[in-house]
């Protein structure tokens, strides 16, 4: 931790940074389904982000991200209403290549903290020509590790890559060693440098 905070010291006395801050939309690969059991089409959640740009050497960077999603796509059926969201932190480096200076290749490793908020309680459901009680959850937080990979393309309108706009995508691997839990999320969104 130390080691941490003496690192992020340094980068932060470095004349060569830039804030950036974006807001998209956030969109898991998996099927996800509403309260009568069929596929919701296109479950985007919006995305806002903020964090910096540390110039290591030319064309090189280290760019970490805070981010929140407000998950719309919500458990939602005769047993009771779950509200979602995500906090993540991404430990991303930067390439713009040499002559390429509108785009960037970001990669990195990061963590999602996701919170689901319902009402608690039990429910009695059907099992077979039965019924069982099940327990539902006020509350339940979950972390998981990515890793990512993305691009930034910039609209060049003050020809200087830490103070410029575009546009973002980044892909997230949610445990990547797992092959049976393996998932894939993706966001899609404005960026601006400052």
Known sequence: ?????LF???????????????TGLHKSLIDVQDKNGDEVKNPFSPVLTVGSNFKMT????????????YHTVKSDDSYGEYKMYSFFILYDFIWVPQGYDFFGLRFG????????????????????????T????ESSTSYSGTFNLGTDFN?????????????????????P????????TYTLGAVGYF
């Open 1 to 5: 931790m130390k080691i941490t905070l």
């Open 8 to 22: 992020m010291g340094l980068l932060l006395a470095s004349p060569l940074w830039a804030v950036h801050v974006s």
């Open 58 to 69: 030319e064309g090189f960077g280290f760019s970490p991200q805070l981010g929140f999603i």
């Open 109 to 132: 490793l990061g963590t999602f903290r996701k919170t689901i908020k319902g009402e608690g309680g039990t429910v009695t459901i059907p099992n077979g020509n039965s019924t069982a």
């Open 134 to 137: 099940a327990y539902r959850p």
């Open 155 to 175: 609209f060049h309108i003050l020809q200087d890559w830490f103070s410029n706009f575009g546009v973002r995508f980044e892909m997230y691997v949610f445990r």
């Open 177 to 184: 060693l797992s092959t049976e839990n393996r998932n894939y």
